[in-house]
C-alpha cells in the first residue's frame, strides 16, 4: 500500500523505530521468554522498564528534585477532578484560564469541587487566541491556577509560561507535552494523555511537586489521591505496563533525536510549513487563529468554500494522508502533526494542499 | 533459550496465537497502514475492534438484554471506590464477604462512602475457606451485597454463585472471570481487572445492569459515573485501545478454546493435576485451603521445610518455571494458571515438584 500519513489528533503517530522495536520484542523481551504484557509488575524485568521511562523522562524535561512523577490511569479528564480534590488543600477557590472545549472540559468538573474562578476567556473570539495575561483576572489567594497549555480541538497554543507568583501555576499538556522546552520548577504540576506526543492511551503522566501531596479532601477516592501513588512509585495498583513500555521507547526515541530541544526545532520547522501553505494560498485555506497563538501541533485551518472539505478528505485519503477532517465542535480540517510525524508527511500534505487549491481555487 | 513457563499472578501469561497475532500487526492492522495504537479511537478501524470485543464478550459469557458492558481504567482498585459511589444510591449500607486480601480493601474502601456490614469473614481460620452462605448475616435492605470470587492472594475461590435475593449481587470476578461457567442474570454487577485473565493491565471490564445506573452519590468524579461512560459506549474519553485491542484477542482466542465450557474443563484439569501433586506428597508439600474452596486459578501450596523455598524458586526457574514465589502476605508458593497457561506448563511444574521432593524430602 501507499505510505501512510496519520494526522490523527490522538492516539496519534508513534515513531516507527519504537513500533518496530515493539514488534521484536512483542514474543520475548530481552532474552526474558515473555512479552512485557506478560510481566509482573513487581518482577525484575518491569521494574527496569518503569524505573529507566521514569529517569528518561526526567531527563528530557530537566525535571527538578522534589518532584514525583506519576503514571496514571484515566487520562486528562480524570485529571480534571484529581486536581480539585488534591490541589483545592482546605482553599474556596482556583483560578482557571478557558481558552477553549478542554479549559472548559476542566473548568466544568473543578466547579463541582470547589468555587473556579475564570481569570481570563477567550470564548468572546471564538476561541482563538491565548488571553494577554496582563488582562487576567487572578486571584492571589487561588489554590492553584490552571491551564491548557495547547488546545487540541481549537489549534491554540499558549507561546508563554504564565507567571502565577506564588500560586502553584497547574498545566493540562497533553498534546504539547514534549514538545518543547520548558522550565518545570515554574509548575506546581503538569499532567499530559499519553496518547499524543507520549504514546498509546490508557497512560496519563503526571509531574507534581512534593510539597502539594498528601492534602486530598474527604472523600477523595484512594485511586485519585496522588500521595498515595507518589508513595509507591506509581505501583499502588497494577499500573498499565505496556503503555508505560511504549511510552519508555519513546522517550529514548526522543532521546536520539536530540531531546525535546531538537524536537522544538522539528515542530517549528513542520509548523511554519503548514502554516506558509495557508497564509500564502490567496484566502482558499485559512486559519482564524492569532498569528502568536498558532498551534505547532494541531494545525487547524478551513476551505474557502466548505462545500469541498468532503472532497479534500477523500482526496487526501486517496495520497495515504488520513485523518484530517476537524473536530466536529469546530469543522474545517486539522493537522496534527506531534513529534511523531516526519517531516515528509508535512511536506506531502503541504504539496496535496497547493495541488488541490490550484484544481479547485 | 528454554521454554518458559510463567506463573505470575497477574499481568500474567497470555495464548500465543494471541501475540503472536499482535506481532504481524503491530505496524499495519489489517492493512489500514497503522498500528493499532496509532488509530484515532472515533476512527472506523477502531470503532470496529471494540464492538467486535464488547459482541465477543457478551456471547462468551451469554450476557443478557438490559446489561452494559464497559471497558474502563483504574483495575480493579477504582472499582472499589466506583462500586459503592455508584450503588448506594441513596440507602445507607452495603453488605460484604470477607474472604481475603482483595476483599478486605474492597471493605475498606467501601467504608469510607457508607457503611458496610459484614455479612461474614474468614479471618478466624487465615482465610483458608468460604463461609458457607447458611451463616451469613445478609441485611435484605443492603444496596448490594459484594464478595470476591476468586482471592488470587489466599488461593480460595468460591465453588457457588451467592443468593442475594432481591438485593443487587456485585462481585470482583478480576481473578477467574471467564474461566468458568456463570449466569449473568444473578448478578447486579461484575468488574474484572484485565491482567489475568483478560488481556494487558490498565483495562477493567465492567458488567452492569442497567437499572442501577444513573445513581451515583453527589461529589462523584464524572470519570467514576458508570452511566457516563455507559452513555457514551466506553469512550467518553479515550479508552485504553491498545489494551481493548488484546482483549478482543483473547476473547477471540477464547472461543476458538471451546468457550468458557472449554476453558473450565482445561482449567479442572490443570488444577486437579496440581492439587493431587500437593496432596499425595506425603505432606512434602501441603495446602491450607479447604477442599472444595481450592481455587482453579491461584493455586497457593507450601513446603513442609520452608528453609527450602528458596531452592525450590531457584531450581524451579532453572527449568523454566517462573513467578511461584508465593505473595509476602501469605508466604509459600503460589502457581497462578489462568486460562492461557497450557496443561503443558502444569505439567512441567508438577514433574518438577516430583523430583524436587524426591531429592529433598
Redesign the interface.
Known sequence: ????F?F???????P?AV??E??AD???WH?????V?????R?REFMEIIHDAEQDLRQLMAVPAGYKVLFL??????Q???VP?NLLAGKTSADYVNTGHWSKLAIK?AS??GKVNVVASAEDRGFSYVPDQGVWQCDPEAAYLHYTSNETIGGVQFPFVPDAGKVPLVCDMSSDFLSREIDVAKFGLIYA?A?KNI?????VVVIVREDLLGQAMP?T????DYQVHANADSM????????IY?AGLVFKWLKEQGGVKGMAAHNGEKAGLLYHAITSSNGFYSTHVAEADRSQMNVVFRLKDEALDEVFVAEAKKR?L??LKGHRVVGGMRASIYNAMPIEGVKALVGFMGEFAHQHG
Open positions: 500500500m501507499t505510505k501512510l496519520n490523527s489528533a490522538g492516539p496519534a503517530v508513534l516507527h513500533l518496530a515493539a514488534q512483542m514474543l520475548d532474552g526474558s521468554g515473555m512479552s504484557m506478560e510481566m509482573s509488575h518482577g490511569q484515566g487520562g486528562a479528564s480524570q480534571f477532578a484529581m480534590m468538573e463541582r469541587f494523555g496518547q504514546g498509546p492511551s490508557g497512560l472523600g477516592p484512594t485511586m485519585l499502588y495498583n497494577t499500573p498499565p505496563t505496556y503503555p511504549i495515504g488520513v485523518q
